[in-house]
Structure formats: structure tokens, C-alpha cells
């Protein structure tokens, strides 16, 4: 499942992916697997890209789950 979230932050701020890793201390490919949904980050993984993005985890993760979860029920 995409975080598309995430993502749009990150392009609506021009930030590459590897900028928005160095800024939370991860690789360039780790977080492009947590934007694309093929990892999970962990709980402090998850803050950080919360707290870089001021927004909070519900709406990265549980609001990703919802419409996923809406669109299989469909």
C-alpha cells in the first residue's frame, strides 16, 4: 500500500527522496520502500518522518489503511 501521503508532502516540498532520508537518518532506499508501502518502518522510524512532515502517524498510517481497506470492500 502507498503512503501517498508522504509523498505528496515530499514533492509539494521539492524534496527528493534522499534528501527526506538523510534529514531522518535512514538510507535513500529504505525510505522509498516505507513511501511505496513495501517496508514498514519502525515506531521511531515512523515519528521521525511524522515529525519532519508535522503531521501526525494516524494520518501516514491508519488514514493509508482506511482507504485501502475502503476500496477492497468496494
Known amino acids: 500500500m502507498e503512503r ?3 509523498k505528496d508532502k515530499r514533492t509539494s516540498l521539492s524534496l527528493s527522496h534522499g534528501e527526506v532520508a538523510k534529514a531522518i537518518g535512514i ?3 529504505f525510505y522509498t ?3 511505496n508501502g513495501t ?3 519502525s515506531f521511531r522510524v515512523a515519528r521521525k518522518i511524522a515529525s519532519f512532515y508535522e503531521i ?3 494520518e501516514i ?3 493509508s ?7 477492497s470492500l468496494a
Open 61 to 63: 498510517f491508519l488514514k
Open 56 to 58: 501526525s502517524l494516524d
Open 33 to 35: 520502500q516505507i513511501e
Open 39 to 41: 517496508r514498514d518502518p
Open 4 to 6: 501517498k501521503i508522504i
Open 65 to 71: 489503511n482506511v482507504a485501502t481497506d475502503n476500496m
Open 27 to 29: 538510507s535513500r532506499s
